[in-house]
């Protein structure tokens, strides 16, 4: 009925860290951030049925994008002389809207509207990182990523209906880094 796809672009982050370890200069150690990150979404409302009609025919769909602050929670657990592997989890509290008017026939009006409403992202990340030098690492991320989402179909024209549906999107979150 419809389809989301969601990406995360990071543009900024702030870490404060505290050190597991006792050595100076290593990576092995406990983090907590505040990052600024673009969430886009792409959504598609398809028609399977309407009025006992098999259609499978697309509705419309619409992109929304939007900043959105994260607060982030990670630690480094292993370090060798030239590669470190950690994790952390990405909390974000804001919310993509998009909508668009219903574009199939068949008894929908100027005034039925598909809405989307994508919220509350969270994420899972492994990182495996190779070391640049003391201070530098080039890292690569691989996580799992979940969001709420509200779907809602709804026409002010009468006959009026509305259908409003939430469910919860997974994916792979997959990033680069230094």
């Known amino acids: 009925m419809k389809n989301t796809f969601l990406s995360l672009a990071g543009l900024g982050t ?11 200069n290593s990576w092995k150690h406990c ?8 969430i886009e979404t792409s959504n598609q409302w398809t028609t399977n049925t309407f009025q006992g009609d098999l259609l499978n025919e697309n509705a419309g769909s619409a992109d929304g994008d ?7 929670l990670g630690c480094n657990f292993h370090e060798s002389q030239d590669w ?4 952390k989890l990405a909390v974000s509290d804001s919310t993509v809207n998009a909508s668009h ?5 068949g008894g929908s009006s100027p005034t039925n509207v ?3 409403e ?12 190779f070391k640049i030098s003391g201070n530098g690492l080039m890292y690569g991320n691989l996580g799992y990523t979940q969001s709420s989402n509200v779907y809602t179909d709804i026409d002010s024209t009468p006959p009026q209906f509305s259908f409003r549906k939430r469910e919860s999107q997974r994916g792979v979150l997959i990033g680069v880094g230094y």
Do not use: K, P
């Open 84 to 87: 470190v592997f950690g994790a």
């Open 118 to 129: 994508t919220e509350d992202v969270i994420s899972l990340v492994a990182r495996l990182g």
């Open 101 to 105: 008017r219903y574009l199939t026939g």
């Open 31 to 38: 983090y907590v951030g505040a990052s600024v990150n673009n």
């Open 114 to 116: 598909v809405a989307y």
């Open 66 to 72: 939007d900043t959105a602050a994260a607060l982030q």
């Open 14 to 24: 702030v870490l404060l860290s505290f050190n597991a370890s006792a050595q100076e």
